[in-house]
């Protein structure tokens, strides 16, 4: 599949979409607290999709035959687990965890993805530090995504802010996105100056470094889905939806 430029249209439909999406993030993470379960910020997250007349894109999505389908509309990974956990009731949020809500948007037939590591009550300095490290990687990430700039020039901005101070997970990815969950190219999160795909206007990128307190290296579990930590340090990991254009990257993602 080749790079999609998306047309005007789409991009007010995507404009629309991404502010319901920060608004509802912001509404979830104030409710990350001590004692609630994954299994029920998973079914207030669905709820306040349905409410805009969307729907959360990562329900029953596959990324391959190879995968079960994915069984809820919130991704929640706490502490040690990177990405992609899927809410149970055992998964209870407690006082010093920090915790990323992932969340995925189809909105009149266009796609969002956008997530954040919410750190809950009393967290030790260097997991804070992670986290707002990790959103200034993000940030970072996003300045780099300017027109003539390339795919390798974001992971390049990344991986150079992180400076080897943190394990950078090169097992994951962002993506393009907007006409599909998950579209070409593969945004990672590390890379050199002027390597891959050239940015044009009109391209639409979930950009998403993940972060770990202790080294880069993974495990995928079981379940088909969750991935954590191989040494169990915790990471952090935060998503944007970001469009290209000539004035530079705007966030679609947020409010
Ligand atoms: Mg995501
Ligand atoms: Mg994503």
Redesign the pocket.
């Known amino acids: 599949m080749s790079i999609t430029i998306k047309t005007p249209e789409q991009i007010t439909i995507l404009r629309e979409a991404g502010k319901h999406h920060a608004r509802i993030l912001n509404e979830l993470e104030k409710m990350v607290v001590p004692g609630v379960t994954a299994i029920e910020l998973d079914a207030i997250a669905e709820e306040k999709v349905r409410a805009i007349g969307a729907e959360p894109s990562f329900l029953h999505y596959q990324p391959d035959h190879t995968y079960p389908l994915y069984p809820a509309s919130l991704c929640v990974s706490i502490n040690e687990e990177i990405v992609h956990g899927i809410p149970t009731a055992e998964m209870i949020v407690k006082d010093g965890d920090i915790v990323s809500i992932d969340l995925g948007l189809k909105y009149k037939g266009m796609f969002t993805?956008s997530a954040r590591t919410v750190i809950v009550g009393n967290t030790s300095k260097e997991k804070k530090q992670l986290v707002y490290d990790t959103r200034e990687a993000l940030m970072r990430g996003i300045e780099a995504a300017q027109v003539g700039n390339t795919v390798g020039d974001i992971g390049y901005a990344i991986e150079s802010f992180n400076n080897k101070r943190y394990g950078n997970v090169r097992e994951l990815s962002?993506?393009g996105v907007g006409l599909a969950v998950h579209e070409d190219p593969y945004v990672p999160n590390y890379g050199k100056k002027g390597s891959g795909a050239k940015l044009k206007p009109g391209m639409v990128l979930?950009i998403?470094p993940m972060f770990n307190l202790g080294a880069s290296d993974v495990v995928f579990h079981d379940d088909g889905y969750t991935v954590s930590t191989r040494d169990g340090m915790v990471s952090a990991h935060v998503?944007h939806t970001v469009l290209i254009t000539e004035q530079g990257p705007e966030i679609l993602t947020e409010l």
């Open positions: 993805d962002g993506h979930a998403e998503e």
